[in-house]
């Protein structure tokens, strides 16, 4: 257990609690595994600025990779390492099928976001309430996206739909198929989709950052609740599943750990750094 040399945590329903806060025995693993010489890593579906937005609570973690891979940033630089995008024309075809919709759009770009004034005036709506008071910090507001960045010229790296259904959402994804060939698309939080580059998730950005730290897979741990965590968790060398995750996503992990109110990253830390495994804390899972 003592190989591993990086851990890599998805951040909601992860690396933070349900109220969306990093416990106090998590920070206190993350700065004692640094200390020790790892690398502990977020590698999220938000944006840049979304994840500064919990600078506090991510204290001295250097590296994030975000928007599902398409972002690396420095958090000590303050300077993205890495990013990939869209062309202009498959995002604003992108942004055409969506308004087709009952989805808001939430556009990650250079490390921003920008969205709706309707998302903002009724979260609820489109099930994502619980952020509401973050967007209203970090996000760009208008009161159409599509039109801003056809003016704007700004290159986007991923497009976000918060929809007002589970059922919504199943049909603006069959709208998307189309262009399977040129997209990737993940499904997030209770109603939302997540559309990256073609071949973009967590795993690109997280490759691209091992290569540049010389950090082969093997020597990496990550861990994860959700669908669009399913490329990372293959990559690592040990996948580890929060006890809050479905349980398809329990049963293709090597490690299912505590919930995400209970410190399972701290479960997780503790292989990294080598401390045996508790199996009050931890259980192993045969892969079938």
């Not at 259904?165 to 499904?187: D, F, G, M, Q």
Request: charged share 30%; with cysteine.
């Amino acid at each position: 257990m003592g190989q591993y040399r990086l851990a890599a945590f998805d951040m909601d329903g992860t690396l933070l609690n349900s109220k969306k806060r990093v416990s106090e025995n998590t920070k206190r693993a993350i700065r004692n595994a640094i200390d020790a010489g790892k690398y502990i890593v977020i590698s999220t579906g938000r944006a840049v600025s979304e994840c500064e937005d919990c600078a506090e609570d991510l204290g001295p973690i250097r590296y994030s990779v975000c928007e599902s891979g398409a972002v690396v940033y420095d958090r000590r630089t303050k300077k993205i390492l890495y990013r990939s995008g869209f062309g202009k024309k498959l995002a604003d075809r992108i942004l055409e099928i969506g308004a087709r919709f009952d989805a808001v759009p939430y556009v990650l770009t250079l490390g921003e976001a920008v969205t709706e004034k309707r998302l903002i005036e009724d979260p609820g709506y489109y099930h994502m309430g619980i952020y509401i008071r973050m967007m209203e910090r970090v996000c760009v507001i208008t009161d159409c996206a599509r039109k801003l960045f056809q003016t704007s010229g700004r290159g986007i790296e991923k497009i976000n739909f918060y929809c007002s259904s589970k059922e919504v959402r199943e049909t603006l994804k069959r709208k998307l198929n189309p262009l399977s060939e040129e997209i990737t698309i993940a499904y997030a939080e209770e109603t939302s989709i997540e559309i990256s580059t073609k071949g973009m998730t967590k795993a690109a950005g997280l490759s691209w950052l091992c290569g540049y730290l010389d950090i082969s897979p093997d020597e990496v741990i990550a861990a994860g609740d959700a669908d669009n965590d399913r490329a990372m968790l293959a990559y690592a060398g040990l996948s580890a599943a929060m006890g809050n995750a479905p349980e398809n996503i329990r049963r293709e992990c090597g490690v299912v750990v505590r919930d995400n109110d209970h410190d399972g990253c701290c479960d997780v830390i503790r292989i990294l750094t080598g401390n045996t495994l508790c199996k009050a804390s931890a259980k192993k899972v045969e892969k079938k």
